[in-house]
């Protein structure tokens, strides 16, 4: 999370620096800002009569004085400690340098307001606790998986969020684990990860991972009996045999097209005929996907396709969308994830 705060007069005292209190006080902004971005309401969250949240420790460490007019960059890393307390650490720097100004810790506890006593503490600061998380799945995303709902899924490693796309928000309660809920009926090595997942149109879902695959029922909502089998095995006949040691990623058209994506190459898989195109694997930089930036055409993390027409592709900690209708991607990409599919959590205020 980051906050970009100026310094003001007011924050300074006779000798013309950030007087050090005040440098606390900015810290407390930061926060209160981290807090609205995740839908809080501050009003609210400080008047709840059913909860508190005091400070109850705080330091600050200075590395070089700060005038008015600085322009500050202020990185909050809040982490649980128990059920009732957290701490929120604070890397403060000149935002046009990125040079370190000072450091800050605040230490919470949530309480009673008339009791005093230690509780549990709420859902909403559980759910903006995960932030951290959050970001770490999205700037390295293994999957990305459409479903019939409403809702996209998106997969690192051995947890999963549900991302709104009606609200164009992360889902309350995210991350969760994959082997819980939903995928509870995973076997045990996907669980543990996927390397793509694809929603046909018969009802079916396919969700790879390695050299094999499973198939997912919509409407009994799990894996079918049988499963996992292996690539080359049954449904995806005219694989190049190097794609059956396991693929990147896979986007699926609604012409019925299948795009299965491994390194620098893909291949074309028809739904209806159920086969695989003539003339494949193409490299990806040679055909078809015109304007991907070179970094793409060299391998890719994920892919969805949305309802609107537009196709995302993910590598690293960016993404680009193609324009499913004028085969063609859209100007302005590659894109930071996070600074775009954090709407619900967070952003540069």
Known sequence: MAYIRTVRFQDTDAAGVVYFANILTICHEAYEASLAAAKINLKTFFCNPDF?????????????????????????MPQQITENTFEINYNILLHDSEKWVAKAITKHVCIHPNSRIRQQLPDEILHWLNVETIERIL??????VVWNNGKAYFFKDDEYLSYDLNWNCIDYGYPQKISQGRWASFPARFTQGIDAGLVWNNGKAYFFKGDEYVCYDLYKDQVEAGYPQKLNSGLWVGWPKHFYSGIDTAALWKNGKAYFFKGDE????????EVTELGYPKKI?????QGWPKQFTRRIDAAAVWKNGKAYFFRDDEYICYDVNRNCTDPGYPKKIKDNWLSFWCQLL
């Open 52 to 76: 508190a949240i005091p400070i109850v420790h705080t330091s600050v460490d200075f590395f070089q004085p700060l005038f008015c007019g600085d322009r500050l960059l202020i990185h909050l």
């Open 139 to 144: 700037n390295s995303v293994d999957a990305v």
């Open 266 to 273: 893909y291949i074309c898989y028809d739904l209806y005929r």
């Open 285 to 289: 930089a040679d055909t078809h996907w």
